[in-house]
C-alpha cells in the first residue's frame, strides 16, 4: 500500500479526535482574543482618565 492510502486509511480512523482538537483550539484562541480585547478596551478608557487628570 503507498504512503497516501494509509493517511488516508489514518485520517478516516482519527476524524473525531482532529474534530474533537480542532474545536478546542478554536474556543481556546477565541477566549485569548476575548481577554486580549478585554484587556485593551480597559488600559485605553484607564489611559483616557489618566489623560484627563493630569492635563
Known amino acids: 500500500m503507498n ?3 494509509r493517511a488516508l486509511k ?3 480512523r482519527w476524524w473525531p ?10 474556543v481556546l484562541l477565541l477566549t ?3 481577554v486580549l ?7 485605553s478608557i ?3 482618565i ?3 487628570l493630569f492635563r
Open 3 to 5: 504512503w497516501q492510502g
Open 10 to 12: 489514518l485520517d478516516s
Open 17 to 26: 479526535l482532529w474534530v474533537l482538537l480542532g474545536a478546542v483550539a478554536v
Open 32 to 34: 485569548v482574543g476575548l
Open 37 to 43: 480585547g478585554a484587556l485593551f478596551v480597559i488600559f
Open 46 to 48: 484607564l489611559r483616557g
Open 50 to 52: 489618566i489623560r484627563a
